[in-house]
């Protein structure tokens, strides 16, 4: 099982600045297997990027992906009061196995 | 537009089965491009893939999971079910159903809302 280790747990920031979250895998990842989600409070995942660095439908320019093999990183080019939220990285081994990350919450400083 | 919707019991005893659907309206689930995926998150912890099952019945499941769990599909019905057997209260979450494209790119795509599962006597 490939691990998804998420840094940093928690990241504090203001609104305009922007946020780097790293998710590290503990083998490699082939770059069409890594997502990334965010999930506000009370309300399911929502599919942000997809393939490491494709912007799903209707997600603002602002979110974009980047990494390959073992480390991964989402980035929000300037914080919007709703991005403020929890974002996870998901991958698939290529063997019918799906992982998820813990999670960075990204909080209002 | 696709839409996923779970549905089963809130409240389930300590040992017995865990039963929920998912229903699948605004698309047919006939197509090898994806998968079918229930996901799990305990209350104010982070999300666990449970398991995927294929258009034609091919399941998968995660490796801490699979000696409780089995995942059906009815396409016929347009929808897919999970059953874990033996619960207890560690399998009190939040269940959700959702779409999983699988090709060149594998991610889920269409997320039902959720529905809360309960274990407790």
């Known amino acids: 099982e490939t691990v998804l280790t998420q840094s940093p747990g928690t990241l504090s920031l203001s609104p305009g600045e922007r946020a780097t979250l790293s998710c590290r895998a503990g083998q490699g990842v082939s770059s069409g297997y890594v997502a990334w989600y965010q999930q506000r409070p009370g309300q399911a995942p929502r599919l942000l990027i997809y393939?490491?660095?494709r912007r799903a439908t209707g997600i603002p320019d602002r979110f974009s992906g980047s990494g390959s093999g073992t480390d991964f990183t989402l980035t929000i080019s300037r914080l919007e009061p709703e991005d403020f939220a929890v974002y996870y990285c998901q991958q698939y081994d290529g063997s019918s196995l799906w992982t998820f990350g813990h999670g960075t919450k990204v909080e209002i400083k | 537009q696709l839409q996923l919707q779970e549905s089963g019991p809130g409240l389930v005893k300590p040992s017995e089965t865990l039963s929920l659907t998912c229903t699948v309206s605004g698309g047919s689930m006939g197509s090898s491009s994806y998968y079918w995926g229930w996901i799990r998150q305990p209350p104010g912890k982070g999300l666990e893939w449970i398991g995927s099952v294929s258009y034609s019945g091919n399941s998968y499941f995660n490796s801490s999971l699979e000696s409780r769990i089995s995942i059906s599909v009815d396409t016929s019905r347009n929808h897919f079910s999970l059953k874990m057997r033996s619960v207890t209260a560690a399998d009190t979450a939040v269940y959700y159903c959702a779409r999983c494209v699988l090709g060149a790119a594998s991610y889920f795509d269409y997320w039902g809302q959720g529905t809360l599962v309960t274990v407790s006597s």
């Open positions: 393939a490491t660095s």
